[in-house]
């Protein structure tokens, strides 16, 4: 039987489910879109989804929040400013303007490269990538490897979203990875 | 003489003004960016510059910050979560999953266009618009058109850098603006 503690945990964040918002079919057909903009817009559920992530992470000494472009800046820098450390964006290709480092990863169809400042991150800091959603773990494992190539220190990777189904968290094995809504 | 607030206040600002990284030539000839990484990855200077931004509409009963793509993301979380508000992206086209309103503005050579989504805002919330830098002025003005199309009352603009020589306020010169950091 769970305790009052995990009863209260499992309420909000069933609340917090239940203000993601369901589109078939984007962006393209056979896709169920997982939208957090009816999340975000929310006052007391976009405050309520980063104490969750936050509050789990404010005693581990965090030295740099790192987060991906685009939807992951917008919980990123909330995080960044409760647990009072700095904040590191994770880019698309060509929009940051001094030396990066480059990691390029597999996608359905092709690859993708993100990059970061290579000044972003000191070696030994500690690190929380944090993103809206895990998926195939393919964006999120390229951020990981981008802050070990800058010598930091990966403590975890924190979603608001994971998608069970799609095994992401195999990437991101040697990892500790959590997320605040689940669907399989 | 300013007084002893102001004086603290100035020396504040000179603070975070030095932590912008000047990079010349980016993203092309003749252009001098103005570098936010460098201040966001610092956790004292990127707490401060939200403070400074915050503390200004603390008691402004704001509903929705909205922000604009994509370096607005990285500083509107922090803000509305400051702010214990909601959240709302205005984003390039194509990215949003449900109905949208979009503005198209001009460019120097051209046009471009952001959105929203059309239940981002309720007729007659308090929103403040936030971007990390204030240029020409065009995509900050799309964005407050964007609120004002749905109804929203746009309490004030805020910027974390301002280019004063390229007349922004211009655009925007119904609206309250406020800067952080100022250029000429």
């Given at each position: 039987?769970?305790?009052?503690?995990?009863?209260?945990?499992?309420?909000?964040?069933?609340?917090?489910?239940?203000?993601?918002?369901?589109?078939?079919?984007?962006?393209?057909?056979?896709?169920?879109?997982?939208?957090?903009?009816?999340?975000?817009?929310?006052?007391?559920?976009?405050?309520?989804?980063?104490?969750?992530?936050?509050?789990?992470?404010?005693?581990?000494?965090?030295?740099?929040?790192?987060?991906?472009?685009?939807?992951?800046?917008?919980?990123?820098?909330?995080?960044?400013?409760?647990?009072?450390?700095?904040?590191?964006?994770?880019?698309?290709?060509?929009?940051?303007?001094?030396?990066?480092?480059?990691?390029?990863?597999?996608?359905?169809?092709?690859?993708?490269?993100?990059?970061?400042?290579?000044?972003?991150?000191?070696?030994?800091?500690?690190?929380?990538?944090?993103?809206?959603?895990?998926a195939t773990?393919?964006?999120?494992?390229?951020?990981?490897?981008?802050?070990?190539?800058?010598?930091?220190?990966?403590?975890?990777?924190?979603?608001?979203?994971?998608l069970?189904?799609l095994?992401?968290?195999?990437?991101?094995?040697?990892?500790?990875?959590?997320?605040?809504?689940?669907?399989?």
């Amino acid at each position: 039987m769970p305790s009052e503690g995990e009863q209260k945990g499992g309420k909000r964040v069933q609340e917090l489910a239940n203000l993601v918002r369901s589109i078939p079919d984007f962006p393209k057909k056979g896709i169920l879109f997982r939208d957090i903009t009816t999340l975000l817009k929310d006052g007391d559920g976009f405050r309520k989804a980063i104490e969750v992530i936050a509050s789990r992470y404010e005693n581990a000494d965090i030295d740099k929040v790192v987060c991906i472009e685009a939807r992951g800046f917008l919980l990123g820098g909330a995080i960044a400013y409760r647990l009072g450390c700095g904040l590191v964006p994770v880019r698309k290709p060509g929009k940051l303007p001094a030396p990066t480092e480059k990691q390029t990863y597999e996608l359905e169809y092709g690859t993708d490269t993100v990059e970061v400042h290579r000044d972003g991150i000191q070696p030994g800091e500690k690190v929380l990538v944090v993103d809206d959603l895990l998926a195939t773990g393919g964006t999120a494992r390229a951020a990981v490897d981008l802050v070990e190539k800058l010598g930091g220190e990966v403590i975890s990777c924190a979603f608001l979203i994971e998608l069970r189904g799609l095994n992401g968290r195999n990437l991101l094995d040697k990892y500790d990875v959590f997320s605040v809504i689940n669907y399989e």
